[in-house]
């Protein structure tokens, strides 16, 4: 069939260079790694407090009485480093 050869030829058969696909693949590693980052600084500013009094207590709060908020804040130094 006509149509099925176009897009045979456009899609499956595309003369591409080989390190395309390792770019998309490091393009949306990226993306997944801003999207975490997006994510775990919303989850870390709820519980933040930007006082100067208060603001290393609420670190400390965040690492020792949140569920997880010690993973939370490492993902999100981890993901800083990564940018």
Request: charged share 5%.
């Amino acid at each position: 069939h006509p149509l099925l050869k176009i897009i045979n030829n456009s899609f499956v058969d595309l003369p591409a260079p080989s390190n395309l696909s390792y770019l998309w693949n490091f393009g949306s590693l990226l993306g997944m790694c801003l999207i975490a980052q997006m994510l775990t600084g919303l989850f870390l500013a709820m519980h933040y407090t930007a006082d100067t009094s208060s603001a290393f207590s609420s670190v400390v709060h965040i690492c020792r009485d949140v569920n997880y908020g010690w993973m939370v804040r490492n993902m999100h130094a981890n993901g800083a480093s990564f940018f």
